[in-house]
């Protein structure tokens, strides 16, 4: 991690400097620079090239599981939770599940019935430009509604 950030930074400071300042020796990233790749991360390279052929080949639908079992399947022996850090550390997402249409387009899939008998109807627009609601008709009993209840622009404008 720290020759690394070395790596990256050495076009800005002096290597010295960055060294000096990470605690490290400069030979160890010079060694570090020149040294050839591990067995795990040729290992690695290879396994992700598998990953990624499996994963797009299912339409990014596939998750780590799926991807594994062919991976296996191809030959080459590796871990799930290695599969799931190779998947996570190249940013292979699945797509979300598709949604379609419902199912049911008989009965169940129409317009439920008015069962408590409201009205619905438009409020006409009013000098403000507010923009139009539904409102629910006058009870069925012939009560009034209580002014709290009451939403027009002149109870909600009052308080301001």
Known sequence: ?????????????PVAWLCDALDVSRSGFHAWLNRS?????????ILVSRIDRSFKSSDRTYG???????VLAEGLSCGLHR???????????????RRGLPKDTGQRAAVSDNLLDRIFEARPRTRRGSRTSLTSGPPKDGSTLPPSSICSPAVSSAGR
């Open 1 to 13: 991690m720290r020759f690394a950030f070395i790596a990256r930074h050495r076009n800005i400071w």
């Open 37 to 45: 790749p591990s067995a795990r991360s040729r290992h690695d390279e």
């Open 64 to 70: 780590a599981r799926c991807v594994w079992h062919d």
């Open 83 to 97: 599969v799931e850090r190779l998947i996570r550390e190249n940013w292979l997402r699945a797509r979300p599940r």
